[in-house]
């Protein structure tokens, strides 16, 4: 039996970050997955470090808005009606978490995490020898309409005062950047202090190679078998038992497989997307992320192709996959920039691991000594990794903390 200071279960952005991290204060760790790093959630996404973020995506703001989602015309959202009275509570703590006072509560709560997002990344990367994943071009939202557009006021405003700003551009000055760009929109925002990562998969097993490189142990096994064994944690793995005094769940989307057997039941919910890679038609290109506030899809660069992603999907997390919501956006995707063929022949999907008042976990288990929570980073997991990993790193060894976690803790749902 191999004994260590810390088992990671889950070796996605967030698992390995704060492997990495652990290793790095000299504890001896093993990382625990039943695939390799970063295949899962953490492969498929955007690729946004979006430190600037100051709202989450909100529950719709109006009756007609809600109800293009319930006729499933919206290319933003799509649901499972079979999984509605499941998800039902969710939604409705989801609509009260979306009303403008709880925004700007989010804003405020969120800030010292997305402040440091990336810079806590620059910093992993640089150890890594990833710094050429990291693009510093920004990222880039359109607004088909004077109405959407209008609807950002608040949250450009609140950007400002915490230091996050935006550029407001018009067509011109945003075609100025991204020429390939059809003037289908009338306004841009421009954050241009965001950055973005040209293959997602590529980082995070960028992480676990300097994590093995400080000595820390990948270990493919199923993150199920975790009980607890005296004063200790255990995991039974394929090549044998790991044992430690520490434990993290930073399992995404399945850390509840793990902790309901322990008694410990969040109120998280999936939220679903897809993406779709095309080469670029002709000489078409693009040098950063593209929003279509409209339409909810984001469009974005990578290594190999443009990656079309797409909004939440409200459906069970194992369900067999629907893309439905690529019929209802291509139109407008072809018709903002020039995609050509696919290059894959059906969608990715991966399921964004949320909790209602869109802020993670991160911290001690309830009533289980020894256990960490990390996970539920929603839109921002690639976002949040890095300094999830510092938070958790400092908890485990008891190091003045670098923000206060309080308002991560899981015991907020129980208050
Ligand atoms: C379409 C889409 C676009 C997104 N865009 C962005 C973006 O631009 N920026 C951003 O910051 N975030 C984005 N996100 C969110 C982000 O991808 C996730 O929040 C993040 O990947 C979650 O990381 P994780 O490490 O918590 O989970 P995961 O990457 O899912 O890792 C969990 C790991 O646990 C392992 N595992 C599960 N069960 C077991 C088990 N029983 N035993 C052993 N191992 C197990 C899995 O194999 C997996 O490796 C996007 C998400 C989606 C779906």
Redesign the pocket.
């Known amino acids: 039996m191999a004994r260590t200071d810390a088992i990671v ?8 970050a704060i492997a990495l991290h652990l290793a790095k204060r000299g504890l001896s760790v093993a990382l ?4 390799g ?14 430190g600037n973020t100051i709202f989450p995506a909100a529950f719709p703001r109006t009756l007609a808005a809600l109800a293009r989602v319930a006729l499933k015309q919206a290319p933003a959202a799509n649901y499972h009606l079979t999984f509605l009275p499941k998800v039902a509570p969710w939604l409705l703590a989801f609509r009260h978490w979306s009303q403008p006072v709880q925004l700007v509560d989010f804003a405020r709560t969120m800030r010292p995490l997305f402040g440091r997002a990336v810079a806590e990344h620059e910093a992993l990367m640089g150890e890594a020898g990833a710094a050429h994943l990291m693009r510093r071009t920004g990222w880039l939202k359109l607004y088909r309409s004077d109405a959407t557009f209008a609807a950002t006021a608040r949250e450009r405003a609140l950007a400002e005062e915490y230091g996050a700003p935006l550029r407001v551009l018009d067509v011109e000055a945003a075609r100025a950047l991204e020429p390939s760009l059809n003037p289908v929109f009338r306004h841009a925002t421009y954050m241009d202090g965001s950055t ?1 990562i040209s293959d ?1 998969l590529a980082l ?1 097993r960028a992480y676990a190679a300097r994590f093995t490189a400080l000595g820390g142990v990948i270990v493919n ?4 078998s975790l009980h607890r064994e005296g004063a200790r944690w255990r995991v039974d793995a394929a090549e044998g038992a790991v044992d430690a005094a520490a434990a993290v769940v ?5 850390s509840p ?2 902790l309901a057997p322990l008694g410990i039941r969040l109120p998280m919910a999936v ?5 779709w890679q095309f080469r670029p038609r002709g000489n078409a290109s693009l040098a950063r ?1 593209i929003y279509d506030a409209d339409n909810g899809y ?1 469009l ?1 660069p990578m290594a190999q192709g443009i990656r079309l ?2 909004g939440a999907e409200f459906a069970d997390r194992d369900a067999a996959p629907t893309p439905v919501q690529f019929d209802r956006l291509m139109p407008a995707a072809e018709g903002l920039f020039p995609l050509g063929e696919k290059i894959e022949a059906k969608p990715w ?5 949320c909790f209602a008042d869109s802020r993670p976990v991160i911290g001690a288990a309830p009533g289980q000594p020894g256990l960490w929570l ?2 539920g ?9 890095a300094i999830t990993g510092r938070v958790i790193a400092d908890l485990i060894s008891k190091t003045a903390p670098v923000i206060d976690s309080a308002p991560f803790a899981a015991e907020r749902f129980s208050r």
């Open positions: 279960l889950g070796a996605g952005i967030v698992g390995t625990i997955d039943r695939r790093p970063g295949e899962e959630t953490s492969y498929g996404n955007t690729g946004i470090i979006e973005s997602p995070t096994g199923d993150a199920r930073a399992l995404g989307p399945w497989d793990v939220k679903r997307g897809y993406h992320p984001c974005t992603t797409t999907m991966g399921s964004r691991p990390a996970f980073h929603a839109h921002w997991g690639l976002t949040l990794s």
